[in-house]
């Protein structure tokens, strides 16, 4: 029997409890799990690639079967690259169904080989994304119950280092 591999791909800008509960569900599925960061040519980041690669890493230590990698490509050719045939997403709201619905369907069509596995949120992370927790930590709103330890540590000392409310506001999850 071969291993059962799914890839988790997004940006991660940055990585939530949202994020982490689909990681940890994710690798009770699975044999192996990808988490892969990447870049969205459409959203602006507080975070390089390489931060939320060293975060999603030091959230994601205590899964022996998750690993997380760069990927600068299609998630399809991420998921041939991993030897994944799995592509795992996370649905909060029906607008998040809208937009996996379509990016589900082209990915089939680039390689149906491919399935498009979907979790369904936590109810305690519904109201989260990374675009939420960006704007709420610009303006000194507490965000600890919402990012691991160490993501808020480094969004709190990157509110000093620029200027968040730029671009807040983004879909960037």
């Known amino acids: 029997m071969t291993d059962r591999v799914a890839i988790y791909p997004g940006s991660f800008d940055p990585p ?3 994020h982490l509960d689909i990681v940890e569900r994710s690798s009770r599925l699975f044999d192996r799990v990808v988490v892969g960061v990447g870049r969205n040519l459409a959203k602006k980041t507080v975070f390089t690639a390489d931060e939320r690669i060293q975060l999603m890493r030091e959230a ?5 079967n998750v690993e997380v990698k760069a990927f600068d490509a299609l998630q399809v050719e991420f998921a041939r690259a991993c030897g994944a045939n ?13 937009f996996e619905f379509e990016m589900a369907n082209m990915n089939r069509r680039l390689d149906a080989g491919i399935e498009m596995v979907y979790l369904m949120t936590a109810p305690e992370y519904l109201f989260v994304s990374a675009s939420r927790v960006k704007e709420l930590a610009a303006f000194g709103a507490p965000i600890d119950n919402l990012v691991p330890p160490n993501v ?6 990157q509110i000093g280092k620029s200027n968040l409310r730029t671009g807040a506001t983004e879909a960037d999850d």
């Open 16 to 18: 939530t409890n949202g």
């Open 60 to 64: 994601c230590a205590k899964y022996r």
């Open 86 to 98: 799995f592509v795992v997403r996370g649905i909060r709201a029906l607008s998040d169904f809208e």
């Open 152 to 157: 808020a540590k480094r969004l709190k000392a």
